[in-house]
């Protein structure tokens, strides 16, 4: 059967996720809930847990499907009292369908949603539930998130390793035969539903070549050379894996568009484990010699960040700056009418020099801005010479102090 217990395994049930706060107060304004985020990111143990209260129903599950597809009266009359329906997307006509009931019966929190392709499911959303949902994206483990054995435990080499989805929590469980098995089993699916991809093994090298690029200035034009594709090719492609949330866009910060800044997006993954596993990389000592390596560790507090706006509900407002003389901001986050510059540096030594760039490139831009952080791979916050070092190990509690590190 379709409709199951809302019970989950033990140790999915102890995952501290960030967004259930948001989810709450999601559910407690709005008839409808939708949770977006990337294939295997926790949504379903989530949205199980948090609405225990609520019949579940996948729409992957073919007999399921077809029940609602010939008879959707008689699907929905079983859900009077609500449901939480996962890969909802899958049946587009339950948005018309569920705007029908919650427009009857306006009852908080009474429908949950939660779907891995953003395009269909938005596209559903906007044209039916519009002003009756309230939308949420579950990303992969902050963390913040994890158990605290894995931070005392590992090298910040071995956190962006790992990666962020939950299943490789599993310590039988390789990332590498994971990472193989996710990207073969749910992005080339996906990426072939959402648009026509003739030539899977081009995809497969597009896919590397991003992964190539994390923490890069995007060049679209070389991209889509490399990959052997047009560029129009190219920006569809990149179009679906970051609304699949697998490639996230940093935009550039404009405080004054007659300068001569930086005006080109920069590429990042969004999981620093499936970088890793794209490029090649499967130990911590192949990593720590790898040319990549600083992007890599950028890739994981970039994440990092832009997990910790989401859970919280809040737009990313994420952007980075760069001038033409060489000064740069790895990472600007805008909150409270100020900006935070943030300088990510993967060393465990924090030098003189180091510090001061971190204060002097700030310094170029004319917005409020407050005391830079310098986030970088050793184990100590410190506070020296006007800028806030934070430990990999502490950004996510940094972000949300109201959540344990």
């Known amino acids: 059967m379709a409709i199951q217990p809302s019970a989950a395994d033990t140790s ?44 579940y129903v996948s729409l992957e599950d ?139 093994s081009r995809f497969q090298r597009f896919l590397r070549l991003c992964a190539g690029r994390t923490g890069q200035l995007l060049n679209l034009s070389n991209l889509a050379t490399e990959t052997g594709i047009s560029q129009s090719t190219a920006s569809n492609w990149l179009a679906v894996l970051e609304a699949s949330d697998v490639v996230f866009r940093l935009p550039p910060y404009f405080e004054n568009f007659g300068k001569r800044l930086v005006k080109t997006p920069k590429l990042y993954l969004v999981d620093s484990g499936l970088a890793c596993w794209l490029l090649g990389i499967h130990t911590p000592e192949s990593l720590a010699l790898h040319p990549l390596r600083g992007a890599l560790f950028e890739t994981l507090i970039v994440g990092e960040v832009l997990k910790a706006r989401l859970n919280q509900g809040l737009a990313p407002e994420l952007y980075f700056w760069r001038d033409n003389h060489g000064l740069e901001v790895d990472l600007l986050l805008a909150t409270d009418n100020r900006l935070q510059p943030i300088e990510v540096k993967s060393g465990q030594t924090i030098t003189r020099d180091l510090l001061k760039a971190a204060c002097r490139a700030p310094s170029a831009i004319t917005a409020p801005w407050q005391t830079p952080w310098l986030v970088y791979g050793g184990n100590e916050n410190q506070t020296r010479h006007a800028v806030e070092v934070i430990s990999w190990q502490h950004i996510g509690a940094r972000l949300n102090p109201g959540c344990a590190s």
């Not at 102890?14 to 709450?24: C, E, I, V, Y």
């Not at 953003?118 to 519009?130: E, I, T």
């Open 62 to 200: 073919p007999i399921e499907r077809a029940f609602a597809e010939d008879d959707p009266r008689g699907f929905l009359t079983r859900f009077q009292a609500g449901a939480v329906f996962d890969e909802a997307q899958r049946w587009p006509d339950l948005f018309s369908h569920l705007q029908l009931l919650v427009d009857q019966e306006r009852q908080a929190g009474r429908f949950v949603l939660t779907g891995s392709q953003q395009f269909n499911l938005m596209a559903g959303v906007s044209q039916s539930l519009a002003g009756r949902v309230g939308l949420a994206r579950l990303l992969p483990l902050a963390l913040a998130e994890r158990p605290a054995t894995d931070l005392q435990a590992w090298s910040s080499d071995d956190a962006i390793l790992r990666g962020g989805y939950p299943e490789l929590l599993k310590p039988a469980l390789r990332p590498q035969d994971w990472f193989s098995a996710y990207v073969a089993t749910y992005l080339e699916r996906d990426v072939r539903q959402l648009v026509r991809v003739q030539d899977l």
């Open 12 to 55: 999915a049930t102890l995952l501290p996720r960030h967004l259930a706060r948001t989810l709450q107060r999601l559910a407690e304004g709005f008839p409808v809930v939708a949770i977006t985020g990337p294939r295997q990111s926790g949504k379903t143990t989530l949205a199980r847990q948090l609405f225990a209260e609520l019949a």
